[in-house]
């Protein structure tokens, strides 16, 4: 569905350089991965064809270079780990550097359902031979376009995925992170760092915070609730255009915009902080 370039009438496989981005976001909002190769010596001295190598790779989910659809909605990569008696699952913002996890057994199934539907992940890693359930949490939560990685299961395990974790953040426990017996969402979370080192190395420094979520503060909003209130994307077609958050959204930038929509689907529940908001508001009205 490219137009590519030609010479001399002769179709050429390549795209005008000056215009890649648009096509880089083309190929991405279709769930491709870009792999990016560039001359690694000089045409000058070199003997035959110029050496060229992958020097990154684009995917959905991390490629925060390319000016995506609409900058006003955060961009997350997930990954999920699923076990015999229950699933972890990482959340990561590259943008914000933020990584969130959460964990739960099978009959709290619809919880992941509902955090997968909010995140709204362009991309999903999960580890090879559980694309069934992959697949049945994915028909859950709508009809968006979800690149799926799979990956070596044993990146997904805590012996390992403990050691990426511990050694990123240079710490000796990952306690005060809130996942001190939380093996599944340390495992996703891990495993997720392991694919953003693999990918996108010059990313992983960007990688800066993580806690485990915790319910209480808002109003807890499930997938059906958020969808047949069109709160952030019509029935329609799934899009933005004429949900509540595209009546109310008068943000000026794309973090306010973004800022905006995490708050609409969680909003306060506590008196005193609601009247904290308000009042932020109003001073920053005046």
Same mark, same amino acid.
């Given at each position: ?198 990918? #996108? !190395? %010059? /990313? @992983?420094?960007? $990688? ?7 319910? &209480? +503060?808002? =109003? ?19 899009? #933005? !255009? %004429? /949900? @509540?958050?595209? $009546? ?7 973090? &306010? +915009?973004? =800022? ?21 508001? %109003?001073?920053?009205?005046?």
């Amino acid at each position: 569905g490219l137009a590519l370039t030609s010479r001399q009438k002769v179709p050429m496989c390549g795209v005008p350089y000056h215009a890649v981005s648009t096509y880089l976001a083309k190929l991405l909002r279709l769930g491709y991965k870009v792999a990016i190769c560039e001359q690694v010596e000089d045409p000058k001295t070199a003997k035959g064809v110029v050496k060229r190598e992958v020097i990154k790779v684009l995917t959905p989910g991390t490629a925060v270079e390319v000016d995506a659809e609409d900058a006003r909605e955060t961009t997350f990569i997930a990954a999920v780990n699923f076990e015999e008696d229950g699933w972890g699952l990482a959340l990561l913002d590259i943008v914000s550097g933020e990584l969130r996890t959460l964990q739960g057994g099978w009959s709290e199934a619809k919880t992941l359902t509902d955090e997968m539907f909010k995140a709204g992940p362009k991309e999903v890693l999960f580890p090879e031979g559980t694309e069934d359930a992959l697949a049945r949490l994915l028909s859950g939560i709508g009809p968006a376009a979800v690149t799926r990685s799979p990956a070596e299961p044993w990146i997904f395990e805590y012996g390992h995925a403990g050691h990426v974790l511990l050694e990123h953040f240079g710490v000796k426990s990952l306690a005060g992170f809130g996942l001190e017996g939380k093996i599944l969402a340390a495992g996703a979370a891990g495993a997720l760092l392991s694919y953003i080192k693999r990918v #996108r !190395k %010059d /990313s @992983l420094a960007l $990688v800066s915070r993580m806690s485990y979520i915790q319910s &209480g +503060g808002w =109003l807890a909003l499930d997938a059906t609730t958020i969808r047949n209130l069109e709160l952030v994307r019509n029935l329609r077609d799934g899009r #933005r !255009k %004429d /949900s @509540l958050l595209d $009546v109310i959204d008068f943000t000026v930038t794309p973090p &306010g +915009g973004r =800022l905006l929509r995490a708050w609409l689907l969680q909003p306060l529940n506590d008196v005193a902080a609601i009247r904290d908001r308000l009042d932020a508001v %109003d001073e920053a009205l005046r």
